[in-house]
């Protein structure tokens, strides 16, 4: 009785700082569900061994381990049809743009290529992305599915530089390089420590990668103003 109520004293205080520190893709789900598994297991193994007597070590790497099984194999079952999964495809968060002054109010996104890419340029991850989907690689620019420029679209020649996305057959965009690309043309980096400075907030859009038209066009008017600010600065 005394194990499980320190079992259960440790799941809830890491419950939810698992979920904030690893944020609820697939990946961060087995992460957390298997530190939580074993740091739960371990606690209980533990208390177990001092209320008994015996050394405080006694099966603790055993038990770390299985609860650490147990816990990366429960975090993928609830990321795959747990309520978080739900909520990781339609996410509200608060964007600053890049006046500071506005915010998006609604960005819904879903996890469907793996979320944002900080390695691989945009012609080949939109390549990579439009081939696993079935849809078109090349550019007609008509509003049909597959590989586009929306910077091209919705700027049109006043587009300063390149960008390359998906556009899915419901109306969604998928883009897995928008926030590298943010990232690059702020802080320098296109990794996601980039958005540090200048969009930290941003960095909860990591694990995303679908976008509605309206939530993606608010991310094309930051990179867009990140474009005309960097064309300034060259000119100077």
Known sequence: MLGG??????GFLM?????AAFGGGLRSSLIAGALEG??????????????????????????LLGGGLAGGVGGGIGWKWGPNRRAHQAATIDIPTLNRQEQVKVIRAGETAGGQNFRDPCQDESCRVAQA??????FPDDGTPGRFNPLYQRYGTDAYEQ???VRNPDGTITD????????????????????????PKLKQLAPYDTFDPEGYDILLDILHQLHIRKHMNDNT
Do not use: C
């Open 5 to 10: 109520g320190v079992a259960g004293g440790v």
């Open 15 to 19: 419950g939810p700082w698992a979920s």
């Open 38 to 63: 074993s740091l739960t297991d371990g606690a209980m193994q533990l208390t177990i061994n001092w209320a008994s007597g015996r050394t405080w070590h006694h099966n603790l790497g055993w038990s």
């Open 133 to 138: 989907k079935v849809l078109r690689v090349d």
């Open 163 to 165: 960008h390359y996305a």
């Open 176 to 199: 897995t390089t928008i926030l590298q690309n943010i990232a690059g043309h702020s802080g320098g980096r296109t990794d996601i420590t980039g958005l540090s400075k200048e969009f």
